[in-house]
């Protein structure tokens, strides 16, 4: 026995007791109660004042020492509702231990009633282990009615002294006291009186029925109609309208009508008031939250509304297993930059320009220090008089050294033979002529790669200036927004310099077709899972096809022809598992995870978001094939570089005219009438 508060261990009975002889009775049916649940009995948490402590006395402490126990006492006049620390302590400990059976032996039902309250609300017990406490009208008033949707496996010891009417004969002395052991209406709705389900008799020694019980309550909920709150989210919910008629679909719709058809239940679908506006819901100056999340706190039983697995909505409600994990990242705009004036250097990137020109030059210069030694070599052959009169011929007419002979001219015509134009003539050394050879291959490998890449950047549209990291998105200076101050306080909080500096210019906006506007105007990047950024982009591009769930009380969606194409950022920000709410301390959740982890395994979850995500897709596919069109503005470079070259020809003009103007006319020796004196004399 361990976590253990005792207090007035030896106190006497209570007035409500006295002369009855209930405290032995009650030791006996626990000890029975306690021997048919032996098998699942992890740990056991008892709660009881200093009335009932003499029952753990004799059998049934005997009958409990094999088995963990954790002992809180409490003093008659403990507020539960606002426990001491060492009875919050012994709660706790319970819990983390594991206890899964909760004996509350309290003579005062109000301060059960508080325990109940106190528990429910803070998660310190576990609401669905197995409870035993004792019948009192006062834990069945109105306002407790909403705990026992929350903790049905219960069982309420209702003393009887005497039997009535042989309801608790079956044979012996029917003035023998006896127990009947009642326990919540579940999955029945509780309305306006508390009637509670009789479940055994207990009497000389022995149940009467021999009933489960503990029964699980929700394998069957006999058609019984559950509040199912939803908001329209992609991929989850998705409501297409189709004339007069809505009908509703999506991933967690498909989940909802499996749980349905296993548990027995019957979803009644419905929205939150204003869910356009409030979406999920935040939490308002009274207190009170708005949206979905309101709906919850106010008795709906399941929400569907792509509900991220976070510490904020575990703290609100229930969450089932998560189904998936979506990639939550930003929606950008394209850049407007166009980059068709560099068709002519695209082919290549930098390194390879660096290289041809490289190569270029020490080509050319190779090329000139070859023809200079050539003709060297054929001068100091003419100086030593060591050639025939044939070569003396060749030696004062050198075929195709003059080609290379001076640095600019070499330059050029290697540079012509990058651009595949033939040489006027071909060189006579051998070396130069050898030279050549080889690099007329170079030539051809290098023009035949630029004009294939060349090709290809025609034939297909232009390359899309885009954002695909956060380190991206912070240096276009883009403000970044998304829904609820939540999303806000998750970037404000991150532990990375990047996701601070997104939430210090962090905007928060309720209307996503607003965002989708701002995006497209270049000035926002919106923040969500990438399948609704992939349905809100594709929305946005075909506002007027049927599966648009556009309200009418928003305004039609105009594209400007200034917009920008909307791109999905390729880089997540963080990968959330996504989940199906349930109320607080929902009973549900255990068998629900139980469907929802096989649907998951055996694929169904991946087929149902491929159907949904399908038309979205399929008409992003259309809307975005590539089409090999050729059109004036993929010609830019084109006209770019005849442009440099007609402005490059003209300074050389214009200084021309202005050196033979300035300079050459304004020469003292200069005769228009005998130029070749001038130019002799120049020499």
């Known amino acids: ?32 109660l306690l021997d048919a649940l032996s098998r699942d009995v992890t740990c056991i948490a008892v709660v009881c004042d ?17 088995l963990p126990v954790v002992m809180i006492v409490v003093e008659e006049y403990e507020d539960l509702l606002s426990p001491n620390f060492a009875t919050l302590e012994s709660l706790r400990r319970a819990r983390a231990d594991g206890c899964n059976v909760y004996v509350a032996l309290l003579a005062n039902g109000l301060q059960a009633a508080r325990l109940l309250r106190f528990g429910d609300r803070h998660r310190i017990l576990d609401t669905r282990a197995k409870y035993i406490m004792l019948h009192d009208f006062r834990l069945f008033h109105s306002e407790l009615h909403y705990l026992w949707k929350r903790v049905v496996n219960v069982l309420f010891l209702r003393y009887h002294k005497k039997a009535l009417g042989g309801v ?15 326990t919540v209406p579940f999955p029945n709705p509780i309305k306006a009186v508390f009637v509670s389900r009789r479940v055994d008799i207990w009497r000389n020694g022995r ?25 329209e989210h992609a991929p989850s919910v ?5 004339n007069d008629t809505n009908k509703i679909g999506g991933v967690e719709i498909e989940i909802l009508n499996t749980l349905a058809d296993k548990m027995n239940f019957k979803p009644n679908l419905y929205q939150s008031v204003n869910a356009e506006y409030h979406k999920w819901g935040q939490k308002q100056a009274n207190g009170s939250f708005s949206g979905l999340i309101g709906e919850m706190m106010s008795g709906a039983d399941l929400a569907l509304g792509n509900l991220q697995y976070t510490p904020y909505h575990l703290d609100l409600m229930d969450l089932s297993i998560p189904y998936t994990a979506q990639c939550f990242t930003f929606l950008t705009p394209e850049a407007l930059t166009d980059n068709s004036w560099k068709t002519l250097i695209l082919p290549f990137k930098l390194y390879m320009w660096v290289a041809v020109v490289l190569v270029l030059l020490m080509t050319g210069a190779i090329f000139h220090g070859l023809a200079r030694y050539y003709a060297r070599l054929l001068e100091y052959r003419n100086e030593h008089k060591i050639i025939t009169e044939k070569h003396e011929e060749q030696a004062s007419k050198p075929v195709g050294v003059y080609l290379f002979g ?26 130069v002529r050898l030279l050549t050879g080889w690099y007329w291959l170079y030539c051809i490998l290098l023009v035949v790669s630029y ?15 885009t954002i695909d990291s956060l380190k991206e998105l912070v240096d276009s200076k883009l403000v970044c927004g998304g829904w609820g101050t939540e999303t806000e306080r998750f970037f404000q909080q991150s532990l990375d310099e990047i996701g601070q500096k997104i939430g210090e210019r962090f905007q928060t906006i309720d209307d996503p077709d607003e965002a989708a506007a701002r995006v497209a105007r270049g000035v926002y990047a919106y923040y969500e899972n990438e399948h609704y950024l992939k349905y809100l982009s594709v929305k946005r591009k075909k506002w007027n096809v049927s599966m648009e769930t556009q309200n009418s009380t928003n305004t039609t969606i105009m594209k400007l022809a200034s917009d920008r194409e909307l791109h999905i950022m390729t880089d997540c920000v963080v990968n959330i598992p996504i989940s199906i709410g349930f109320h607080k301390n929902s009973p549900l959740k255990p068998l629900a995870d139980v469907y929802m982890r096989r649907t998951v395994e055996v694929g169904l979850v991946e087929k149902w978001l491929n159907d949904a995500m ?39 003009l214009f200084g021309e005219l202005g050196y033979w103007n300035c300079v050459v006319k304004k020469d003292p020796n200069f005769d228009k009438y005998a130029m070749d004196l001038y130019y002799m004399k120049k020499k």
């Open 168 to 182: 608790g004969g079956v044979g012996g002395d029917k003035s023998k006291a006896w127990f009947d052991l009642s």
């Open 238 to 242: 998705l409501l297409m309208r189709n």
């Open 451 to 465: 004009r294939a890449s060349m090709t290809a950047i025609l034939a297909n549209p232009a390359p899309r200036v």
């Open 614 to 652: 399908y038309p979205i897709r399929a008409l992003d596919t259309f809307d975005n094939e590539v089409k090999a069109l050729m059109n004036l503005k993929k010609l830019y470079g084109a006209f770019i570089a005849l442009a440099i070259g007609y402005f490059l020809s003209f300074i050389c």
């Open 207 to 231: 149940f009467h029925y021999n009933r489960p019980l503990f029964a699980d309550k929700t394998k069957n909920l006999n058609a019984e109609v559950l509040n199912v709150v939803y908001l």
């Open 50 to 66: 200093a009335v009932h402590l003499g029952v753990w006395e004799g059998a049934l402490w005997r009958r409990t020492a094999p």
């Open 1 to 32: 026995m361990h976590g253990t508060n005792f207090a007035h261990a030896h106190a006497a009975l209570s007035p409500i007791l006295r002369g009855v002889d209930e405290r032995k009775d009650l030791e006996w049916v626990l000890v029975d």
């Open 406 to 431: 001076e640095v600019m001219n070499s330059i050029l015509y290697t540079y012509g033979m990058l651009l595949v134009v033939s040489l006027p003539t071909l060189p006579s050394g051998w070396a």
